[in-house]
């Protein structure tokens, strides 16, 4: 993990970890907000770059490199076991499963015959490629 840009209230980082791992940026974007102070933050899996908006007068950007240094070290070694990466794949597809049936509960429910059973297909095919 190197810094990349240092800047009052912002601090943007280049881990090398990050690249290619969509997932692995969203467990860390999820663990960074949890830090007192920490405003926004944002995970490229292309570039491997964090970027990371705080309050100063919570934290300083030391303290902050430090916390994220010992979430990425976590995050590293449960990667290794594979554990966290597993639940969080089975939890989406868990969400995914229940919005899918939602939508076609409440389009079956609400909307005419040809609509009811078209529009669930034309979401649910959109959403995949968002």
């Known amino acids: 993990m190197s810094t990349v840009s240092k800047l009052p209230g912002r601090l943007r980082l280049e881990i090398k970890e990050l690249i290619n791992k969509k997932h692995f940026c969203y467990v860390l974007k999820t663990k960074i907000m949890e830090i007192d102070g920490v405003i926004e933050t944002e995970a490229n899996h292309r570039t491997g770059r964090l970027l990371v908006v705080f309050d100063e007068a919570v934290i300083d950007s030391c303290a902050l490199v430090s916390k994220i240094s010992e979430i990425l070290d976590e995050m590293v070694e449960c990667h290794d076991s594979g554990y966290e990466m597993q639940n969080i794949k089975r939890n989406n597809s868990i969400a995914n499963g229940f919005v899918h049936a939602v939508i076609d509960i409440a389009c ?23």
Do not use: C, D, T
């Open 108 to 130: 079956h429910a609400f909307m005419p015959k040809p609509l009811g059973i078209l529009v669930p297909i034309a979401i649910n095919a959109m959403r995949k490629n968002l």
